[in-house]
């Protein structure tokens, strides 16, 4: 072992030998923070898909403020019936339950009772009852939460009540995507345990990497509840928070675990000697791959919305859990462990393989044949990636929710009766003084289908237009920056079709900066752990090359809609507007994974040996199985949210689990070591201004 230990290697040491401290200290902070985590659920948020400090938000706050609250989050209740009218008594009975019910909510300002012309259809057979917001966007959605079914068991054998709008639709999306997260949760757990027993063929060595995400888990759950009593956090953080903790913990876990196994049995260490080994190799090479994740994250949070950031957040404050447990409660179990890792094992399967025969095999086929391997990879990975120059993006639309639920059946209703646009209606507030000249400009407007009457309050009017399209339409963002164009200044812009649109165009400007920061901090990292800027920058470009080709699948999949009745989704004609900047940060925070795993094994052999052929061959012998086996992990996560109800959780697990099945398989285990054996010694050439500027990183020699 080596002579001596860097910081990391030294942490290892004395977890090893402090065993009963570090359980102890885990201990306190699983029970202290679990404590708060099943609370987490309820404290979370529903709302914040918005654009802070745009137009459309402004609009939404003036009209919350001067107009009891009839903004986007208002609620909006549809009363419809197939043979009865609202001049029916059993209908207008109907009518009345609903506006007492809302009345009797204390996160309604105000209701407005249905009125001809407005909100009574023609035929007489539909009716809305608009309720005003007394409470904010996630509180509004938390009483749609519970009002949905209140209002729904008003409804007869002839008439039906549905709770539709901004707030009944998010009410109802994250509802079934919690659902639908968990089965995926469900079904992910006793799969990975089968991988990982296959794996490691030890239950014991199998149930570690569980174990550590579990803990995490726990601990970020607690975390979460404490983030919401300081600012709002959306329920998708802990959605995603849960995924991406279970996939990071294992891979990290399966990287310690091996190498332990392979130091202890491989190279007949002590158990402390093995911990504190396996900790100045993998552990230092976990480290870098966990700060390359959080900065991946949090670039994110570039993006101006609260939805984003805490989502960002609440993966981050997972993978800063999942990380100090690996870094520090895993080697003190491993030490207190030893030989014993390797019990319930399976007769089969080889204990504690230090290196893997068959990687090598397959490194050194690559290392004869390099030009006809990576040509193979590259075409592969061009001729998928080439569609996502098409790709186009939106901000999701009713065929998110299940079809069943009440937002989207009141969706349809308020469409049939009173066009398409009326269920994205644009909410346009001015100046009372220029009401004449901003309707003017609006009625004459070729997107716009009809003017509802004008409200004037507080110095202000309210105009709600009714634009000729459904909200998903293109043509509606079309109409909103026309109307902006023309309108004069002090006139905003709101609605829920408006917030939409800000927020789309705030992730499309924001995109190409946060892939920016993240590819650019991303070289630096690597530049950093492996002291050579070539190999730095060939990493960096094959995880976008890799992240490139896992869109190109994805807008074939769900932009085109081949698979629709396979994967069970209806194509909306394009990718959620999330997908790129969300998606990119988590597919290469996790490519850097399995890029740190390979690239700094190959490091450890070439600072023993200096030899080109040796670091290639043994860095993939060495990490190979590893990266094999935390893949096909990931791979089963992650397609099993594609098992899932709504649109979006099938989007994340087919793209991340697509990204990563091709990054595995084609990058890191073929075009990588391809690239490492066509660069030679230029790999790992570094100048001497670098050297000198960049701190001394080695990844010790086991």
């Known amino acids: 072992m080596p002579h001596t230990l860097g910081p990391i290697g030294r942490l290892g040491r004395y977890t090893a030998t402090h065993v009963r401290a570090v359980a102890i200290g885990w201990l306190i902070i699983a029970v202290g923070l679990g404590f708060f985590a099943p609370r987490v659920e309820t404290a979370l948020a529903g709302a914040g898909w918005e654009t802070t400090g745009s137009q459309s938000v402004q609009a939404r706050n003036l009209i919350d403020q001067n107009f009891h609250g009839l903004s986007s989050y208002g609620l909006m209740t549809v009363i419809y019936s197939p043979t009865k009218t609202v001049a029916d008594p059993t209908f207008n009975s109907v009518v009345v339950n609903v506006e007492r019910t809302l009345r009797a909510d204390k996160a309604v300002a105000s209701v407005i009772a249905p009125a001809t012309g407005v909100s009574i259809s023609r035929d007489g057979h539909t009716a809305i009852v608009q309720a005003g917001a007394a409470k904010s966007s996630n509180g509004m959605v938390a009483a749609a939460d519970t009002l949905k079914g209140t209002l729904h068991r008003l409804s007869t054998a002839d008439v039906r009540v549905d709770l539709t709008g901004a707030s009944g639709m998010w009410s109802d999306f994250n509802a079934a995507n919690r659902s639908a997260m968990l089965k995926s949760e469900v079904i992910s757990w006793p799969v990975t345990l089968l991988i990982l027993l296959l794996a490691f063929g030890s239950l014991v060595a199998a149930g570690l990497p569980l174990m550590l995400t579990m803990v995490g888990l726990l601990a970020a759950a607690g975390s979460l509840y404490l983030g919401t009593l300081i600012m709002p956090i959306s329920i998708w953080a802990m959605n995603f928070a849960l995924m991406f903790a279970l996939a990071l913990g294992i891979d990290y876990a399966l990287f310690i675990v091996h190498r332990f196994r392979g130091a202890l049995f491989g190279s007949k260490l002590s158990p402390q000697d093995a911990t504190a080994v396996t900790m100045d190799t993998a552990g230092k090479a976990v480290l870098f791959s966990g700060v390359t994740v959080l900065i991946s994250l949090s670039a994110v949070m570039l993006v101006p919305s609260p939805a984003f950031r805490s989502m960002s957040l609440g993966i981050m404050l997972a993978v800063i859990f999942v990380l100090a447990a690996t870094l520090t409660l895993l080697p003190a179990v491993l030490a207190k462990l030893g030989p014993r890792v390797d019990k319930l094992a399976l007769k089969w ?223 909306q004609g394009f990718l959620d507007a999330w997908g790129p900047v969300f998606f990119f940060a988590m597919i290469f925070a996790i490519s850097m994974d399995y890029t740190v795993f390979l690239l700094s094994s190959a490091k450890e052999h070439w600072d023993h040996s200096h030899d080109p052929h040796e670091a290639m061959v043994a860095g993939v012998a060495h990490s190979g199985r590893v990266i094999f086996a935390a893949a096909a992990v990931m791979v089963a996560v992650f397609f099993t949210f594609a098992l899932s109800g709504p649109l979006p959780p099938k989007e994340m697990g087919i793209i991340l689990g697509i990204a990563v099945l091709l990054d595995a398989a084609l990058v890191r285990l073929l075009l990588l070591p391809v690239l490492l054996r066509l660069m030679g010694r230029w790999a790992w050439y570094l100048p001497r201004w670098a050297h000198r500027m960049l701190p001394d990183v080695r990844f010790g020699h086991a």
């Open 349 to 571: 399967v080889h204990s504690g393989e230090h290196r893997s025969p068959r990687f090598a095999a397959w490194a050194e086929r690559l290392w004869r044949k390099p030009l006809a391997y990576g040509a193979v990879a590259l075409a592969i990975l061009i001729a998928l990636a080439i569609p996502v120059t098409q790709l186009k993006t939106s901000m999701p639309s009713i065929k998110v929710v299940p079809s069943s639920d009440s937002s989207r059946v009141g969706y349809y209703q308020v469409q049939q009766a009173f066009g398409p646009g009326a269920t994205g209606p644009l909410q346009i507030v001015t100046p009372a003084a220029q009401q004449a000249a901003v309707a003017a400009t609006v009625q004459r407007d070729p997107g716009i289908r009809a003017l509802m009457p004008a409200q004037t309050s507080g110095g202000y009017t309210l105009i709600t237009a009714i634009p000729k399209q459904d909200p998903s339409n293109p043509a509606v963002g079309a109409t909103i920056d026309r109307l902006r164009a023309e309108l004069p200044t002090g006139t905003l812009i709101g609605g829920a079709v408006a917030e939409n649109h800000d927020l789309q165009n705030a992730l499309s400007a924001k995109t190409p900066l946060v892939i920016g920061v993240v590819l650019a901090l991303g070289f630096l990292l690597l530049l950093i752990a492996l002291q050579a800027p070539l190999i730095a920058a060939v990493g960096v470009l094959t995880n976008l090359l890799a992240t490139g080709a896992a869109f190109g699948v994805a807008k074939w999949i769900f932009q085109d809609g081949a698979l629709h009745s396979l994967l069970g989704f209806q194509s």
